[in-house]
DNA sequence: AAAGCAATTTACATAACCTTTACATTGCTT
DNA sequence: AAGCAATGTAAAGGTTATGTAAATTGCTTT
């Protein structure tokens, strides 16, 4: 994870990328806007610590010049005392904001926030749900196995994905009928079985080991990575 | 722009709506969990502002069951003295949060923040889209395939571009009845699939591989590159 | 009113696919 | 080990959604 680093004030820029590289992430710093701005233009962060205060153009025109190109999360840091217009700061498009002095604990857990955030939004946008090789894409119904496209039918497709939405735990008959199938399971009803042979038969052409695990009197199981 | 509020506060919710409505958004709310979600699901809003305490099930449930399907850009909103972990609300998926009370000024500016937002993602997104042989003009109503021109009749122009306009995802017949059409699509309704067969008529003079595929039970899509 | 189109409905063929049946197998209990 | 219930699955059956030619309707133009 690579962060950009926009303050003038040294003690702090200092503290930081110590703190924020022992926890994973990789810190680059620039003391002034105008050269903060042109470095952030021309280059791919996963979030952009930007201070309100600084030399040569202020954080907020920073913001604003950076967002004609640019989405990188941004989150600003303000002064102490320093009289901040928070909605003009969300107005130009800043993700969140911290004012100083904070705790080093607050900023950690709002960056890994916005980077998961934006993990997430991306996923969603690719409309996936992945797990241990399974991916599945509701909005276009379609069906991964390692990365193999598999063909499922409408009913295998919710099913496999009520079980990926509940993954690693156990998921009765009763209720993949009820949620699937739309209605209560009937003594003799084998087509839940059915469905779920044939997804294990989809799934098996292209992954040796088994995800989808019978508990016997309870219901199935698909397997978490480990 | 369309919000979906999901409150159980009534005042409240009649005043952001008098409020929201005055600048130009168009509001639906709805007053417990349950009901807000099934209709979040099922519909389609620019943000969604959503109550964490709420009758039927809470706001963190909510969110979480939407963002299995949906990408709708979601603002928490706590009430007062609530405790509300506004990391966990992150990681799952909220866009924002604001605390009750709030400025009016306020919640505008983060509601515009995050439609600018989504709609600049949205434009990036859509600026990777590669050719995949089907060109409309709009302004024309002109329709290549393959730069073969094709004659489209009105309607079939209207459903090809609402499919192009949604490349890669499924559209339901529902949603072209009622987008292009007009009307709700009616049980024994064959009309669109009749269009669908003559605009793949049409364009299979000019290209080989199948361009708009079927999704039983679910809708047509219009096939991206590959 | 006739002609010309486009949209829709009708009618039937076909394909997709859910369910049932039937039998084999597994796993638990006694 | 026997017995029983649950599960696996191939094959058959039946239902529903879809594809599409052809007829019909509706509208506009001539």
Same mark, same amino acid.
């Given at each position: 994870m690579k962060v950009l680093l926009i303050d003038d004030d040294i003690e702090l820029v200092e503290l930081l990328t110590e703190y924020l590289s022992s926890h994973g992430f990789s810190i680059t710093a620039y003391h002034r806007g105008d050269t903060g701005l042109s470095h952030a233009q021309t280059h791919d962060y996963d979030v952009i610590l930007l #201070?309100?205060?600084?030399?040569?153009? #202020?954080g907020f025109e920073v913001l604003k010049q950076l967002r004609q190109t640019k989405l990188t999360p941004v989150i600003m840091l303000t002064a102490k005392g320093e009289d901040f217009d928070r909605i003009f700061g969300l107005e130009l498009g800043a993700d969140d904001y911290l004012a100083k002095p904070f705790n080093h604990r607050e900023l950690l857990a709002r960056v890994k926030a916005i980077t998961r955030r934006i993990e997430n939004i991306q996923q969603l946008a690719n409309n996936s749900l992945e797990e241990n090789g399974i991916r599945l894409t509701p909005h276009t119904r379609e069906a991964f196995a390692a990365e193999n496209k598999i063909e499922l039918t409408g009913t295998e497709f919710e099913i496999l994905f009520l079980l990926l939405n509940n993954q690693g735990e156990i998921v009765s008959k009763e209720a993949i009928s009820e949620q699937v199938l739309g209605r209560k399971l009937a003594p003799f009803d084998r087509s839940i079985d059915m469905h779920v042979s044939n997804i294990r038969k989809k799934i098996a052409e292209h992954i040796e080991q088994e995800k989808i695990k019978t508990v016997r009197g309870a219901g199935y199981i698909l397997l978490g990575s480990a």
């Open positions: #201070d309100v205060m600084l030399p040569g153009i #202020d």
